[in-house]
């Protein structure tokens, strides 16, 4: 058998989780691998030339980074069960779809996960202190995850253009709840 994939990527990663359901699908022999912060410095940054995930490593040592990238990449090496249609207005609908999910789907994914911290902040702080330091120990992960993870959740409102005046206030009016904007 010849050497599998390599996927670096992590369980919190939406991206990561679209790869792997693609590696898995066309059954694409893979070794995951945790995208610690040793993987960022040793082999994503040199490779890519910036700190980000999903990255596959083929046998023949190319590194692809990019959902679409990658399983572009890889369609034609795995052509059984394809992902993408046959005919074209199909293929049209399927890619459109995928625009959709992959550049608009993540932002309420990124607003729920991050502005409902009481409920998420354990999740969050977990994920984050186990891409730093897997090896530790698991009631210290979420507080080497403390940094991280609010240096990363405060940065993806401005990343997607969200600003105070996007904002929407609960209010309560009447017993009814009332959305308004926050113009300040």
Same mark, same amino acid.
């Given at each position: 058998m010849s050497q599998p994939y390599i996927f670096y990527g992590a369980e919190v990663s939406l991206y990561s989780g679209k790869v792997r359901a693609y590696l898995r699908y066309k059954a694409i022999p893979f070794e995951e691998r945790l995208a610690t912060l040793a993987v960022y410095r040793q082999i994503i940054v040199p490779k890519i030339g910036r700190p980000i995930i999903p990255v596959v490593q083929t046998p023949q040592g190319e590194y692809l980074q990019d959902t679409t990238v990658i399983i572009d990449?890889?369609?034609? +090496?795995f052509p059984d069960h394809p992902v993408y249609p046959d005919t074209p207005a199909q293929r049209l609908v399927a890619l459109l779809l995928e625009? @959709?999910?992959?550049?608009?789907?993540? #932002?309420p994914a990124m607003h729920y996960r991050w502005q409902y911290k009481r409920q998420n902040l354990g999740t969050i702080? +977990?994920?984050f202190g186990n891409l730093l330091r897997p090896q530790s120990p698991a009631w210290l992960k979420p507080i080497i995850g403390l940094l991280p993870? &609010? =240096? &990363?959740?405060? +940065? @993806?409102? $401005?990343y997607f253009g969200i600003g105070k005046p #996007? !904002?929407?206030? %609960?209010?309560?009016? =009447?017993? !009814? %709840? =009332?959305? %308004?904007?926050? $113009?300040?």
């Open positions: 990449a890889l369609e034609p +090496r625009l @959709y999910g992959d550049e608009w789907l993540v #932002m702080l +977990r994920a993870a &609010f =240096k &990363f959740g405060g +940065r @993806y409102q $401005n #996007m !904002h929407a206030q %609960s209010t309560q009016v =009447k017993g !009814h %709840s =009332k959305i %308004s904007q926050n $113009n300040a």
